[in-house]
């Protein structure tokens, strides 16, 4: 039981919600001006669980049959049969209607947004046989996260809350182009598609680190447009920093860079941008 229940932890890389997680309490922070209250911040976390981890469920469901050909995914659940396609498929069931309950606890616009939030992870795993822009739809779908949070909150969909999600999704959109850098070739023997793909990786990876320049420009325009306290910039320049050394240790020559401690080092970006932000209405 407990190696089962180890599985679809791994399956739904619960560890995954430090991108997605921080950034909606930091939207409820800022529509609420740093008090949205524990309950509300109770039922952001379990809908924001609940839709991420429906979503990577769908991902893999729906990417199994490359996942099983591809040599970085031979240890994946679904891959080596730890979670079959019936278990895979009662935990997306489960996930949202986990997500579907604690949105209707928050404000009832939320209700009513949730399906138009839906909309891009849902849609997110067939891009890729689509177009190579299935990074922005990616990041479309994380950035549903700040503005659920943001709503939940009681705030109206206005400038700033745009302003912050457009830098979330440029962030991770960015982000996952270079990590799908490594993939070009097997994308390309399987006909699917990325930046990468499009265009090169080394034009794909100047491209995200447009990206990611842009993204922390969304960040100090969205502290100057709120007038936030000195400790919101402290994020931003933490934020900054992660993406600079991220970017300087990028080499799309070999890819041993590109471990797990990577990818995770990114979540440092969503922990001190919240952290930072929700210090900077105590000063």
Known sequence: MREKVQAHIENIALHHTVFDLPFAYMGAFLAAKGHPGWGTLLWITLAVTGARSAALAIDNFVDLKYDKVHPRFTKRPMVRGAVTKGEALLLIAMSLALCLYAVAKLPPVCLRLLPLAALPF??????????????????????????????????????????????????????????????????????????????????????????????????????????????????????????????????????????????????????????????????
């Open 122 to 283: 849902v849609v997110y795993p067939f891009m890729k046989r689509l177009t190579g822009l299935c990074h922005a739809v990616l990041g479309v779908a994380i950035a549903m996260a700040p503005a659920g949070g943001w709503m939940a909150a009681g705030g109206q969909i206005d400038p700033p809350m745009l302003l912050l999600c457009s830098a979330v999704g440029i962030w991770i959109g960015a982000f996952d182009v270079i990590y799908g850098v490594q993939d070009e070739a097997f994308d390309r023997t399987h006909g699917l598609h990325s930046l990468a793909t499009e265009v090169g990786a080394a034009q794909a990876v100047a491209l995200a680190r447009i990206g990611h320049f842009l993204c922390i420009l969304c960040f100090t325009a969205l502290g100057a447009l709120l007038h936030l306290a000195f400790p919101y910039y402290i994020g931003v320049f933490i934020a900054a920093a992660t993406l600079f050394y991220q970017h300087s240790i990028v080499d799309i020559r070999q890819f041993r860079w590109l471990t797990q401690r990577y990818f995770m080092r990114n979540g440092i970006v969503a922990v001190a941008m919240f952290l930072c932000t929700a210090a900077s209405f105590y000063f």
